[in-house]
């Protein structure tokens, strides 16, 4: 698995990173040189081992980036199947506790 570097002066730099934007699966692993699966095998296992080794690379990178941001006040939150919204923390906080409260 690649190490992926991602450090306080790179999320700083970044200025795909600012309340409001969207950003897609594509955008993200290009920015941190993680692989998106192409060219899947037939084999089913193998294909399935593919495929969670890139979703956990990809969480990886989205909790670290998280962390970082979360210092700036934002934070990346699932907007669609392959894309991320950046959004002030209250925001998210603010949705996490309104959907709690409703079940």
Known sequence: M?????????IENLAM????NIITD????N???ISIPTDLPTD??????II????????????????LLNKRGI??????HTNYKVVPVET????????STNY
């Not at 594509?26 to 692993?29: H, L, N, P, S, Y």
């Not at 089913?44 to 081992?49: F, I, N, S």
């Open 44 to 49: 089913r296992v193998e294909a399935t081992k």
């Open 26 to 29: 594509v955008d993200f692993c």
């Open 52 to 67: 969670g080794n890139f979703q956990m690379q990809k969480s990886f990178a989205v909790s670290t980036t998280n962390k």
């Open 17 to 20: 990173f600012k309340a409001g």
């Open 31 to 33: 920015k941190f040189g």
């Open 75 to 80: 934070s990346l939150s699932q907007y669609s």
């Open 92 to 99: 998210k906080v603010a949705k996490v506790k309104a959907q």
């Open 2 to 10: 690649k190490n992926l570097k991602i450090r306080k002066s790179t």
